[in-house]
Nanobody
Framework: QVQLVESGGGLVQPGGSLRLSCAASGFTLDYYAIGWFRQAPGKEREGVSCISSNDGSTYYADSVKGRFTISRDNAENAVYLQMNSRKPEDAAVYFC????????????????WGQGTQVTVSS
């Protein structure tokens, strides 16, 4: 059974840090592009950061550049999103997703999705 499970969400103060994890089971992440997406209440889901399976190239949304870092650990079959300098507008449900097409950070190219993890930014 193919499954992605996110963890690491929670409450963080503005300026704080949090690391999200995405663990895969039933398939090997090595061969998939992995993306982190988020959806805030009343907003469309948006791509936050994605990492290629081919060459490890990364994409970041302008709103998170310089603050977030995506990485993958193929030995652990996991992908991580390190989030620093959190802002209130970062509050959302964060999803990880896997794509066999390695075509960038368009959510419609991703076949497998986790259930999401809630991140709240509040003082």
């Amino acid at each position: 059974q193919v499954q992605l499970v996110e963890s690491g969400g929670g409450l963080v103060q503005p300026g704080g840090s949090l690391r999200l994890s995405c663990a895969a089971s039933g398939f090997t992440l090595d061969y998939y592009a992995i993306g982190w997406f988020r959806q805030a209440p009343g907003k469309e889901r948006e791509g936050v950061s994605c990492i290629s399976s081919n060459d490890g190239s990364t994409y970041y949304a302008d709103s998170v550049k310089g603050r977030f870092t995506i990485s993958r650990d193929n030995a652990e079959n996991a992908v991580y999103l390190q989030m620093n300098s959190r802002k209130p507008e970062d509050a959302a449900v964060y999803f990880c997703a896997a794509s066999s097409h390695d075509g960038g950070c368009n959510q419609y190219g991703y076949e497998y999705w986790g259930q999401g993890t809630q991140v709240t930014v509040s003082s």
